[in-house]
Structure formats: structure tokens, C-alpha cells
């Protein structure tokens, strides 16, 4: 299948500092990208729908300023967490889109952790 | 989208077939029946999807009732290694987000 990469997969900041994590389509080229973020025990949450070359689309309740996306190229999203907080910390999963022969298929990315001290 | 239920957890001896239930009800007809999993600390993996009819590929086969109203998702010969949480999402093939369940929190047992 599809695969889809992110970088890092662990990352630790400290409180205040901004820290970026890159989700890239390896064989494929992705319109569309979303990002998700899971605490533990929990089920993913979508947060936002990364499209390329226009402003992300932010689910309910999530912050645009503090959660920033960029979708720059068609392979790659880039989210950044400004000014983290340790409430940031949380399991950062993002997907895109492969078109396949009936439609379409979603491939994520192996995720990334990140903790914020 | 529409929601789905999964039963909260099942357990499965190692080497007999899993058996994976899923309700959607509200299905529309333009959605798609996907199966996902997660294994501890990873992203979801892609396992199957399917319209209306029965679909198979290497790692489970998918039957989808009639009516659509229901899904099971077969592990043929369950391993140690499928121990996850199993997700049944809903959702038209051209559309891209996908909201998650809870899922079911499959344990094999040796």
C-alpha cells in the first residue's frame, strides 16, 4: 500500500517553544492531508484537513494560530504547535489521500509523540 | 459520516479466526465500510474496505450484510501480533476525513 511518513517520531520541547512535525507522501502525491491527535486511551481526533496550496480547514474547538499547517507541496504537510504547552503533549497522527481503483484510500503516517516539558 | 458501533474489547485464541462485528445503521448509500487498526504507539493501518459486496485480501476478508446495515471483519488465523484496537469507519470513497470510533480492543491469547 500507500505509504505515508512523518518526522519526528518522538520529539520532547520545552514549554513556550514552537516544534514542527513533517508528514510526507512517499509514493503518491496527496491534494489532501489531515492531522489527528490522540491522548492516551483515546481514539483520534481529528484536528484539521491540510489541502494543498490553500489554508487548512480546522475542525470545531481547535485553535488555527496554535496549530499551524502548511501544505507547501503535494507530498508534503507540515503542522507546527506554537508555543507548546504541556496540555500539547499528545500522539500526533496525520493521512492523506490515495487514489486507487475504486475511489480512494486513506494511509497514515506512523505518528509522532510529542511531549512538552 | 455515519457513526458506527463496535463492541469495547474481544479476545481470540491464537490460530482460530477472528471474528469482528461493526453496526452502522445509518449508512448512506454512497458510503464505504473501512477497517482499520492500531497497534499500540503506531498510526492506523489500512486492513480492508468494501461497498456492498464481500471483499478478501491478504490480511482479512470483509462481509458486508445485505441490507449494509451491519459488517464483520475476518482475521482467518489470528496471531499474537493482531493484538489492536480495530476501527470501522463509514464514509463516501471521494470524501477524505474520517471520524473514529472507539473501536474494539482485540486481544489474541496464546
Same mark, same amino acid.
Given at each position: ?6 518526522? =519526528? ?7 513556550? &517553544? ?9 509514493? #503518491?502525491?496527496?491534494?489532501? $492531508?489531515? *492531522?489527528?491527535?490522540?491522548? =492516551?486511551?483515546?481514539?483520534? $481526533? ?10 487548512? &480547514? ?23 504547535? &506554537?508555543?507548546?504547552? =504541556?496540555?500539547?503533549?499528545? #500522539? ?20 509522532? *509523540?510529542?511531549?512538552?516539558? | !459520516? ?9 479476545? @481470540? ?8 462485528? @461493526?453496526?452502522?445503521?445509518? /449508512? ?11 497497534? %499500540? ?22 462481509? /458486508?450484510?445485505? !441490507? ?5 471483519? /475476518?482475521?482467518? %488465523?489470528?496471531?499474537?501480533? !493482531?493484538?489492536?484496537?480495530?476501527? @470501522? ?7 477524505? +476525513? ?10 489474541? +491469547?496464546?
Amino acid at each position: 500500500g500507500a505509504v505515508v511518513s512523518q518526522h =519526528p517520531s518522538r520529539v520532547i520541547c520545552k514549554s513556550g &517553544t514552537s516544534v514542527k512535525i513533517e508528514c510526507r507522501s512517499l509514493d #503518491f502525491q496527496a491534494t489532501t $492531508m489531515f *492531522w489527528y491527535r490522540q491522548f =492516551p486511551k483515546q481514539s483520534l $481526533m481529528l484536528m484539521a484537513t491540510s489541502n494543498e496550496g490553500s489554508k487548512a &480547514t480546522y475542525e470545531q474547538g481547535v485553535e488555527k494560530d496554535k496549530f499551524l499547517i502548511n501544505h507547501a507541496s503535494l507530498t508534503l504537510s507540515t503542522l507546527t504547535v &506554537t508555543s507548546a504547552h =504541556p496540555e500539547d503533549s499528545s #500522539f500526533y497522527i496525520c493521512s492523506a489521500r490515495a487514489w486507487t481503483g475504486d475511489g480512494n484510500t486513506i494511509y497514515f503516517g506512523e505518528g509522532s *509523540w510529542l511531549t512538552v516539558v | !459520516d455515519a457513526k458506527t458501533t463496535q463492541p469495547t474489547s474481544m479476545d @481470540c485464541a491464537e490460530g482460530r479466526a477472528a471474528n469482528l462485528p @461493526c453496526n452502522h445503521s445509518t /449508512i448512506s448509500g454512497n458510503e464505504y465500510v473501512y477497517w482499520y487498526r492500531q497497534i %499500540h504507539s503506531q498510526g492506523p493501518q489500512y486492513i480492508i474496505h468494501g461497498l456492498k459486496n464481500n471483499e478478501t485480501n491478504e490480511m482479512a476478508s470483509l462481509i /458486508i450484510t445485505e !441490507d449494509r446495515k451491519s459488517s464483520t471483519l /475476518i482475521l482467518p %488465523h489470528a496471531t499474537l501480533r !493482531d493484538t489492536a484496537v480495530y476501527y @470501522c469507519i463509514v464514509r463516501p470513497t471521494n470524501a477524505g +476525513k474520517s471520524t473514529f470510533g472507539d473501536g474494539t480492543t482485540l486481544t489474541v +491469547k496464546p
